[in-house]
């Protein structure tokens, strides 16, 4: 069984990164905190894989965890 926790759709607003949990949730947070996807082309940030802990962008060597995103503050 996958947690709630887990990733089900990634969004890109104007200036938000948004992720859908399998529960419903949607945690939406600033582009900026990510330096990388922000610079990062459509077609970039399109291909990702939703993994059971988090989100990669292998063409862009980003990895973002959903716990993270949880707490809240910028990838370091």
């Known amino acids: ?12 607003a ?7 949990l399998l529960d419903g ?4 947070t600033p582009l900026d905190w990510y330096p990388r996807l922000a610079k ?5 940030r399109e291909n990702h894989e939703i993994m059971a ?3 990669r962008w ?3 060597d980003e990895d973002l965890g959903i ?5 809240g503050g910028p990838a370091v």
């Open 58 to 60: 292998p063409d862009l």
């Open 1 to 12: 069984m996958k947690s709630a926790t887990c990733g089900r759709s990634v969004e890109f």
């Open 25 to 28: 949730r949607r945690i939406a």
């Open 14 to 20: 104007a200036t938000e990164l948004v992720v859908t």
């Open 53 to 55: 802990m988090g989100i």
């Open 40 to 44: 990062a082309s459509a077609a970039q």
């Open 67 to 71: 716990a993270g995103m949880l707490k």
